[in-house]
T-cell receptor, first 109, second 113 residues
Framework: GQSLEQPSEVTAVEGAIVQINCTYQ??????LSWYQQHDGGAPTFLSY????GLEETGRFSSFLSRSDSYGYLLLQELQMKDSASYFC??????????FGGGTRVLVKP | DTEVTQTPKHLVMGMTNKKSLKCEQH?????MYWYKQKAKKPPELMFV???????INESVPSRFSPECPNSSLLNLHLHALQPEDSALYLC????????????FGQGTRLTVV
């Protein structure tokens, strides 16, 4: 089966850095994806890590350590529009994408 | 075109009704998905289609019946639903393979009365 754990909520101020951790237990694991979802909106793909290491995409970076079954999403230079829920998702055999519980990020002025 | 289009956006149906949700994509993706999302919860995988064939059914009750008429379309037929089935139903698509970037539609908000 698939199990992904992430913190439920994080609060930070504009301009700050936030790290959202994700630990996983999955069978047939291929990689870890991250999605952003604003209230009332659709999940939007942010990044994908198939290999260990850091992937940087603008203000957002994602990291994976397969040996530790651990990854994180780093949000830098936080902006008000970054207030949203962030989900890690494990990619497994059969194109199976399973989501963690989600981390609600609240950015304050 | 990087859109996944779902119709209708909202649907209210009675427990004896039959309705269908529709999903369309023109990105050439050969994997398509149905997810169910309750408020403040993550999307839960329901079905996966690969090359228009059902490849994963996450033990979904038979009152939900998926159909993939062609590589661009995905339907979810609903019959005899329960109030607890009220949720946001999300369709997604992706390229087949390990590097998965799934594109989600805006969803159908379903209310069963």
């Amino acid at each position: 089966g698939q199990s992904l754990e992430q913190p439920s909520e994080v609060t930070a101020v504009e301009g700050a850095i936030v790290q959202i951790n994700c630990t996983y237990q999955t069978s047939g694991f291929y990689g870890l994806s991250w999605y952003q979802q604003h209230d009332g909106g659709a999940p939007t793909f942010l990044s994908y890590n198939a290999l260990d290491g850091l992937e940087e995409t603008g203000r957002f970076s994602s990291f994976l350590s397969r040996s530790d079954s651990y990854g994180y999403l780093l949000l830098q230079e936080l902006q008000m529009k970054d207030s949203a829920s962030y989900f890690c998702a494990a990619v497994a055999a059969g194109n199976k994408l399973t989501f963690g519980g989600g981390t609600r990020v609240l950015v304050k002025p | 075109d990087t859109e996944v289009t779902q119709t209708p956006k909202h649907l209210v149906m009675g427990m004896t009704n039959k309705k269908s949700l529709k999903c369309e994509q023109h990105m050439g993706h050969r994997a398509m998905y149905w997810y169910k999302q309750k408020a403040k919860k993550p999307p839960e995988l329901m079905f996966v289609y690969s090359y228009e064939k059902l490849s994963i059914n996450e033990s979904v009750p038979s009152r939900f019946s998926p159909e993939c008429p062609n590589s661009s379309l995905l339907n979810l037929h609903l019959h005899a639903l329960q109030p607890e089935d009220s949720a946001l139903y999300l369709c997604a698509s992706s390229q087949l393979g390990k590097d998965t970037e799934a594109f989600f539609g805006q969803g159908t908000r379903l209310t069963v009365v």
